[in-house]
């Protein structure tokens, strides 16, 4: 039994790059099955570690695909600070919600920002507490974009 969930999750777990990885998990309410590309930061910071999330807006009446930044650690409800930098573009603020689970926030930046970047630099500005700096390889997202399908877009 041990050796049949350890293939299946080498089967539903494909490496898109080097640090890209797609993962599949079958959605119980539409009975599809539902890919999500996931990029870690290079490192943590003060204890923290983050992870880039690129997936598809599900039940949306216009499909489209969401990046979500989420962390280890639980943020205060409300709103956080962010700002995010790809390459050497410049820097973008953001004032956004923290999601419900309270560990991160989605919908900051766009999709379409990303294909032919090699960089992502994000600065989280949390309540009472320092702010972190998480920086990520993203080289690949290309092809990680195009591993995650999404109708409409």
């Known amino acids: 039994m041990k050796l049949k969930v350890i293939f299946l999750a080498m089967i539903l777990t494909t490496?898109?790059?080097?640090?890209w990885t797609v993962n599949s998990f079958n959605d119980r309410m539409t009975d599809s099955t539902i890919k999500?590309?996931?990029?870690?930061?290079k490192a943590p910071d003060h204890g923290v570690s983050a992870t880039i999330r690129v997936s598809c807006l599900k039940y949306a009446s216009e499909a489209n695909l969401i990046v979500a930044i989420e962390t280890n650690t639980a943020f205060t409800r409300g709103r956080m600070g962010l700002v995010?930098?790809?390459?050497?573009?410049?820097?973008?603020?953001?004032?956004?919600?923290?999601?419900?689970?309270?560990?991160?926030?989605?919908l900051w930046m766009q999709s379409d920002e990303l294909p032919g970047k090699k960089r992502l630099r994000v600065q989280l500005e949390p309540a009472r507490s320092p702010n972190l700096f998480f920086e990520f390889d993203i080289s690949g997202v290309d092809k990680a974009l195009a591993a995650v399908p999404c109708k409409g877009r």
Do not use: Q, W
């Not at 490496?15 to 640090?19: N, S, T």
């Not at 999500?36 to 930061?41: E, L, S």
């Not at 995010?84 to 989605?106: F, H, I, K, Q």
């Open 84 to 106: 995010y930098r790809l390459d050497n573009d410049e820097p973008t603020p953001r004032y956004m919600p923290v999601d419900a689970n309270g560990r991160g926030m989605s």
């Open 36 to 41: 999500t590309a996931t990029v870690a930061a």
């Open 15 to 19: 490496p898109c790059h080097a640090e």
